[in-house]
C-alpha cells in the first residue's frame, strides 16, 4: 500500500495543520489537484464520439420518496460499448446519483461526489443538508465547463431524500451546472425526451414506491423503444435496468430479481400493447 | 525558555510525565471486540463534542487526552483515508496505514516539540471475519501496542483494563459487551453514568458500506436494557443482531444538551499551561 510515507514531510503535516473547509473537493484541490477531474485542460479536437456515452435516467417522486432508474447502454458513436454499464450511484445514505454523457467523467464524478458528501459527514458529524447536496454538485458541473466544451459532456441528475420536509427531491443540472429543482418527476440523457413524455402520462401524486418503480421502467422502455442510445431490458443476457429507492429508511437498491418482476409484468403487458398502458383521455 | 542545561533522558521524562498526568485528569475510554464487530463505549457528558468517531468505512477512532489535541488527529485521520481511498480504492484505505500515520506525527511531535500532545487513541479496524479486526493502541510518545480483543485508555486505565481482562470473552453479544465495558469503566461499588452521558458506537462487519454506527437515544436504551436484564450471564445466548438502518435522519435538539466538552478541553485550573 502506497501511503503518507511516500510523501515528502511538508505534505503529511500538512495532512493535520491546514484545517481549511469541511469539503474534502477544495482539500484535495490544494493538496493533490491532479486527483481532481481534469479541469483547464483544452483538447485540440473534441473527442466526445470516441469515448463511451451514458444515456438515460429517469427520476420521479413518490409519497415520502423518491426513485432513480437507469438504463445499462453504454454507446461509442453508433457503437453499443457496454451492455451492463452503471450509471445510478449510491451518493450517500439519503441521496444518489445518475449520469448521462461521458460515462469516464460521470464515473470519476459519481466517486469524488460520494468522498465529497462523507468527508463532510465526518468532519461535521452531521449529514449535508439537501440543498447543500444539490449545490456542491452544481459547483463540481461547473469546474467541467472547459471539458464539456470538447464533447466530454457529463449531466448528472441528483435524488435524495429530504428528512425536514419527508419528501424525495430531484434536482437537475446543465453543462454549466445548475441546480435546478424539479417537481414530480425528471428525466436526462438522448432517451430523456421519450421518457419525459411517458413520465407525463403515467405519473401519479401520492404513489407508492412499488408503483413509481414500475412507472420509470415503462419510462425507460419508452425511451429504449425510440432512442437508439437507449438501452432496453437485455432478456437473452438477463440485463436489467437499475433501479434504486430513497425514503425515511434510506438508499435501497433493488435486486436483479426485484426489477425483473417488474419488467417480466411489462414486458407481458407490451405483448399486448407495444406502446404500454394508455393514460385517460379526459 | 528554562536557563542552563537539562539532559536529553531529563526533557524526555518530564515530557512523558506531563503528557501522563494531562491524560490521567480524564475518564477512560474502552474498546473490545464482540461477536458482530467492534464496540467503543466513552462516558462523554457531552452530545456534540465527540471522543468516538468514524475515519472511514471499516476504521473507527477514539480518544482521550486533550480535546484540540485529538480532534486535530481526528481531521488529519479522515483526510489521509479519504485521500487514499479516492487515489485508489476504498478497500486500500487500512487501519494499520492509518495507525502508522497516527504513531509517527505523535512520534515527530513527541521528539520535536517543547510539549507533547496528552492524547491517547485507538484506531479500530473491522474485518469481514473476527480474525480480521485490528484494534491498536497509540500512545502520546507514537508507541503502537496491537491490542487483542480489548483496550482501555485514560485515566485509570490500568484498573479499567484489569477489570476489562477479567470479564472480556470471546464473541460476546452486542449487549453482553457493553455490559462488560460499563462494569469496567465503573468503580467497584461506584455509579454507573447515566444514559444521556454515554457515547457508545460499535463498527458492526455486518451493515453496508460503512460500518460506523452510533448508537443512541432508544436504540442505546434498549440495548442498556438488556444488559441490565441479565448482568453479565456468562452463558447468555447470542442475541440477533440488532437491525443496522442507515443512521437517523440528523433530529432537533435533544432535551438535556449538557453544556461541557469531555474531560480535557475544559480548563480546570490545574492545567499548567
Known amino acids: 500500500m502506497a501511503s503518507h510515507r511516500d510523501l515528502p514531510v511538508g505534505l503529511v503535516n500538512h495532512l493535520f495543520q491546514n484545517t481549511g473547509s469541511s469539503s474534502f473537493t477544495e482539500f484535495v484541490g490544494s493538496y493533490a489537484p491532479d486527483l481532481l477531474p481534469r479541469r483547464d485542460e483544452v ?34 458513436g453508433n457503437i453499443i460499448s457496454q451492455r451492463d454499464v452503471e450509471k445510478v450511484f449510491r451518493a450517500d445514505d439519503y441521496s444518489c446519483m445518475g449520469i448521462a454523457g461521458t460515462a469516464s467523467t460521470g464515473i470519476e464524478f459519481a466517486r469524488l461526489y460520494r468522498v465529497e458528501l462523507e468527508h463532510y459527514e465526518k468532519v461535521e458529524g452531521r449529514s449535508m443538508s439537501v440543498q447543500g447536496k444539490a449545490n456542491r454538485l452544481a459547483t463540481m458541473i461547473r469546474g467541467n465547463l472547459g471539458m464539456a466544451m470538447q464533447g466530454l459532456v457529463v449531466v448528472p441528475l441528483f435524488a435524495a431524500y429530504d428528512p425536514d420536509r419527508d419528501e424525495g ?24 425526451i421519450f421518457a419525459r413524455g411517458s413520465l407525463k402520462k403515467l405519473y401519479r401524486d401520492g404513489a407508492s414506491a412499488d408503483d413509481m418503480a414500475m412507472t420509470l421502467i415503462q419510462a425507460l422502455y419508452d425511451a429504449a423503444d425510440d432512442d437508439s442510445a437507449t438501452g432496453g431490458p437485455d432478456v437473452t443476457r438477463k440485463i436489467w435496468p437499475i433501479v434504486s429507492v430513497i425514503d425515511a429508511d434510506g438508499f435501497r437498491r433493488l435486486s ?17 400493447s407495444p406502446d404500454g398502458p394508455i393514460a385517460p383521455l379526459r | 525558555m528554562p536557563f542552563g542545561y537539562a539532559s536529553p533522558e531529563q526533557i524526555m521524562r518530564d515530557k512523558a510525565d506531563y503528557a501522563r498526568k494531562g491524560i490521567a ?56 483515508a ?119 458506537a460499535v463498527l458492526d462487519r455486518n451493515r453496508e458500506h460503512r460500518k460506523f ?61
Request: charged share 25%; glycine share 12%; proline share 7%.
Open chain 1, 43 to 76: 483538447l485540440a479536437t473534441p473527442i466526445g464520439d470516441q469515448v463511451p456515452h451514458a444515456t438515460t435516467i429517469v427520476a420521479a417522486t413518490f409519497a415520502g420518496g423518491v426513485v432513480m432508474a437507469g438504463d445499462r447502454r453504454a454507446t461509442s
Open chain 2, 25 to 80: 485528569r480524564g475518564r477512560s475510554v474502552v474498546t473490545l471486540q464482540y461477536v458482530d464487530g467492534i464496540l467503543f463505549v466513552a462516558p462523554n457528558p457531552s452530545r456534540a463534542l465527540h471522543k468516538i468517531s468514524e475515519i472511514y468505512d471499516r476504521i473507527g477512532f477514539a480518544a482521550v487526552g486533550r480535546y484540540n489535541e485529538f480532534e486535530e488527529l481526528r481531521l488529519g485521520g479522515i483526510r489521509y
Open chain 2, 213 to 273: 454506527l452510533r448508537l443512541t437515544g432508544a436504540r442505546l436504551e434498549r440495548l442498556l436494557a438488556q444488559t441490565s436484564k441479565s448482568p453479565a450471564a456468562p452463558a447468555a445466548p447470542p442475541t440477533t443482531p440488532p437491525t443496522t438502518p442507515p443512521a437517523a435522519p440528523p433530529q432537533g435538539s435533544g432535551d438535556t444538551p449538557p453544556p461541557t466538552g469531555p474531560e480535557g478541553d475544559v480548563d480546570d485550573g490545574s492545567s499548567p499551561l
Open chain 1, 256 to 272: 436483479e430479481e426485484e426489477v425483473y418482476g417488474y419488467v417480466q409484468q411489462m414486458l407481458e403487458a407490451r405483448l399486448i
Open chain 1, 169 to 192: 427531491r430531484i434536482f437537475s443540472y446543465d453543462v454549466a451546472g445548475g441546480p435546478y429543482e424539479r417537481e414530480r418527476f425528471d428525466a436526462i440523457g438522448s432517451g430523456s
Open chain 2, 82 to 200: 479519504d485521500i487514499n481511498g479516492y487515489t485508489y480504492d476504498r478497500s486500500d484505505v487500512t487501519g494499520r496505514g492509518l495507525a502508522n500515520l497516527y504513531a509517527s506525527n505523535l512520534g515527530r511531535i513527541f521528539t520535536e516539540s517543547i510539549k507533547s500532545l496528552e492524547v491517547e487513541v485507538v484506531v479500530a479496524e473491522v474485518g469481514d471475519t473476527k480474525e480480521g479486526d485490528a484494534i491498536y493502541r497509540l500512545t502520546f510518545d507514537g508507541s503502537v501496542f496491537d491490542e487483542h480483543g480489548f483496550a482501555a485508555m485514560g485515566g485509570q486505565a490500568e484498573a479499567v483494563a484489569g477489570r476489562l481482562k477479567e470479564r472480556y470473552r470471546e464473541s460476546m453479544s452486542l449487549a453482553d459487551a457493553l455490559e462488560v465495558a460499563l462494569t469496567a469503566l465503573t468503580e467497584p461499588g461506584g455509579e454507573r453514568p447515566p444514559v444521556g452521558q454515554l457515547e457508545v
